[in-house]
């Protein structure tokens, strides 16, 4: 059986098919192993095949970037920006610090209750604050000294309340501002020029006033045509809007009040101050608002009080009170000003002007209770007391350098070395700086520098800068300096500027769409670990005016952050590089408010 299936033959050959298996096995290995070696023209071959493959297989050329990085992003990459939704309408003039719901749960006594009070963090809006229906770009400077549109500030109370004195008068669909005022029934204009009989308003010496209790700000709107800024400041209170009202004729105003904390202005700031009928109780409380005046107020300075008590005479019974209880009044205010190195220069009919000293050794006082504080411009929520701050040595008199020559000298606090690290040259090098940068904006946008921009603010304005270099009669500039910063508000003034302290976690006292431009350079970087970027934009939203602009300054880091944050605000953006080229970090973000009412979408029609 087994030779039969398996005969000799058979099994020969397949000895030797095996044989041969084996050795094909062995022949490649080690033509293998040759090949690698390099030896060979193998390798050339292989390489030949695939490179005259690829041409006829791919169409398209290959990307040899890595794809590493986008996978990464891809991953970190943060959701879609936030959407701002409006708030609603009832929030239309909404200012966080001086909500009357609030401000009633403080007492009365020294107006504590109409002094800053913000929402805590829980009860903070994030929303968008609307216009109201209707709303229309202010008239253009000087036309809105006398005219504003009712759609704006829908308010009649002042023009029914005031009627009798020329406050502001409703014709059809706009207020007019005859100039008028309870203490000046001929007008601001015919005022002032009985003030400038006494004060050298004329001639540049007076520069920088404060007007306590402002009213509608006549006062400081006709001081504009003589080169003179008024800080003109008043309570949100029964007088609906007054301080509204003054920011829409484009005149310079702040929410305030005297109370129990101190102003928010650096000592010797003005050069001028006026209480018209404000009703301030100038000798109660061991006259501490007559010497928180005094701090604010340089030497040289005026101080002018019409009204009550003045001509007491005349109008204590217009008054209701009795003949002892005004002229005992009187006799107080002028017994605080005598002993503060004031100088009685002018009474008559319902004004009197006091003039500060600005020598003190002359003085004769009586044990004057000095204040202790090592720094009188560190006020920022600090009480307000009775004792009289000290003069500073070095001190610049007013007149002794007029506007607009002071606008770039050196100012006194910087040429005494009183700002550290601010250096004559450093500042020197600051305004060139300034200059340069500001003429790069107007190459952005041409409407800068004209009456399209007529209220402007510069959230972080450090030496003032930015405000002499874009100094003209056709806007004016609040410069902020924020409580966390380095204090040199002082300087601002010294130069003929205004501002005011401000920390930017908070609300601005100010009411809804105020301003037409916003400044902010370094904002975002000094506030990075003090509050949220959402809070201070948000912030910014509610003050601007529809189709205002923003124009922001700082790292690309934290531009970038802020440019996401706005594209859920209706804003419009656009990220530049600096002045000095794209290799430079820190970059500028501009920014237009898109125009949109109360009840509307997004829309730059006035339609709406």
């Known amino acids: 059986m087994g030779s039969k299936q398996n005969p000799p033959g058979n099994r020969t050959r397949r000895t030797l098919s095996i044989f041969v298996v084996i050795a094909l096995c062995c022949f490649f290995y080690l033509l293998g192993a040759w090949q690698k070696s390099g030896l060979g023209k193998a390798d050339k071959i292989a390489f030949e095949v695939p490179k005259q493959t690829e041409c006829n297989v791919f169409s398209t050329n290959l990307n040899f970037e890595t794809h590493h990085n986008d996978v990464e992003i891809i991953e970190r990459s943060e959701p879609k920006a936030k959407e701002f939704k409006p708030c609603d309408p009832q929030y239309r003039d909404y200012t966080p610090c001086q909500e009357q719901d609030r401000a009633m749960k403080f007492p009365r006594e020294n107006m504590v209750y109409r002094e800053r009070h913000c929402p805590p963090e829980e009860e903070k809006l994030h929303c968008l604050i609307p216009a109201p229906k209707g709303y229309i770009t202010p008239f ?5 000294r006398d005219y504003a549109h009712y759609a704006n500030v829908p308010y009649k109370h002042l023009a029914v309340e005031k009627a009798v004195q020329n406050w502001v008068e409703f014709q059809g669909n706009v207020f007019k501002f005859p100039g008028g005022g309870t203490m000046f029934p001929h007008g601001a204009d015919a005022y002032i020029e009985e003030l400038a009989s006494v004060i050298p308003i004329a001639d540049g010496s007076v520069r920088t006033a404060l007007d306590t209790g402002c009213g509608v700000a006549s006062w400081g709107a006709y001081l504009l045509k003589r080169n003179i800024l008024a800080m003109s400041f008043a309570p949100k209170d029964n007088h609906e809007a007054q301080v509204q009202f003054a920011l829409e004729r484009g005149v310079p105003a702040v929410i305030g009040v005297l109370g129990s904390i101190r102003l928010p202005y650096p000592s010797r700031a003005f050069d001028m101050s006026q209480c018209s009928r404000c009703l301030i109780p100038w000798a109660a409380n061991d006259g501490m608002y007559l010497k928180e005046v005094d701090r604010v107020l340089r030497p040289g300075g005026y101080w002018i009080l019409s009204g009550p008590p003045i001509n007491w005479k005349t109008y204590y019974k217009t008054w209701k009170r009795s003949k002892e209880d005004v002229q005992a009044e009187q006799r107080k205010i002028e017994e605080l000003a005598e002993s503060l190195c004031w100088e009685k220069k002018y009474e008559k009919g319902d004004i009197a002007i006091w003039k500060k000293k600005a020598n003190t050794k002359s003085c004769k006082r009586e044990s004057v209770n000095i204040c202790q504080t090592k720094d009188a411009d560190d006020v920022w929520y600090k009480k307000m007391d009775t004792c009289l701050t000290p003069p500073s040595a070095n001190e610049v008199p007013v007149g002794q350098l007029k506007f607009p020559a002071r606008l770039y000298a050196v100012p006194p606090r910087i040429a005494n070395g009183l700002v550290a690290g601010v250096t004559t040259e450093s500042y020197q090098e600051d305004n060139k700086l300034w200059k340069k940068q500001v003429n790069s904006y107007k190459r952005i946008n041409k409407l800068i520098g004209t009456t399209r921009y007529r209220n402007v603010m510069d959230m972080n304005a450090d030496l003032g800068g930015f405000a002499a270099a874009l100094e003209s009669r056709k806007s004016w500039v609040m410069n902020v300096v924020p409580s966390i910063a380095k204090n040199t508000l002082g300087v601002v003034y010294e130069r003929g500027l205004i501002g005011i302290y401000h920390d930017w976690c908070e609300g601005f006292s100010t009411y809804p769409r105020t301003y037409d431009l916003i400044h ?55 990220m530049m590089d600096h002045e000095d080229g794209p290799l430079v970090p820190e970059k500028i973000l501009v920014v237009v408010k898109q125009y949109w009412v109360e009840n509307s979408g997004n829309s730059t029609s006035s339609d709406d």
């Open 140 to 144: 253009p400077w000087p036309k809105s």
């Open 520 to 574: 902010a350079s370094g904002v975002f970087s000094l506030y990075r670990n003090e509050c949220e970027a959402e809070d201070i934009l948000l912030e910014m939203d509610r003050i601007l005016r529809p189709e205002g602009t923003v124009i922001l300054r700082d790292e690309v880091d934290v531009l970038n952050k802020v440019k996401k944050i706005a594209g859920g605000m209706r804003w419009d953006t656009k």
